[in-house]
């Protein structure tokens, strides 16, 4: 098994900026992507951005040019710095691992943390 924790979350005014952070730890594998998700009251799920072994990145259009994916593998850790931040960014952010490539039902899931964007 392999356990997600998720720190970092708060709350901010539109414009300002936060960092999540994913610590990783448990069991390890050889290939895997880590993803960021997030969901909103009455909105479903959705993903935000992920990152590969390989250092391949990708995201969600909205987000692109103001959120960054990064991995620090010595602390088996991958951060999304979220900067520009929009009230349409208020969500709850979870942090998820695919084992081999990204899947839209991840093998492992973080407990969450709560972005909160004021106007």
């Known amino acids: 098994q392999a356990q997600l924790v998720e720190s970092g979350g708060g709350s901010v005014q539109a414009g300002g900026s936060l960092r999540l952070s994913c610590a990783a730890s448990g069991r390890t594998f050889s290939r895997y992507v880590i993803g960021w998700l997030r969901q909103a009251p009455g909105n479903e799920r959705e993903f935000v951005a992920s990152i590969g072994m390989g250092g391949n990145t990708f995201y969600r259009d909205s987000v692109k040019g103001r959120f960054s994916i990064s991995r620090d593998e010595a602390k088996n850790t991958v951060y999304l710095q979220m900067n520009s931040l929009k009230p349409e960014d208020t969500a709850a952010y979870y942090c998820?691992?695919?084992?081999?490539?990204?899947?839209?039902?991840?093998?492992?899931w973080g407990q969450g943390t709560q972005v909160t964007v004021s106007p």
């Open positions: 998820a691992l695919s084992l081999w490539s990204w899947s839209p039902t991840p093998n492992y």
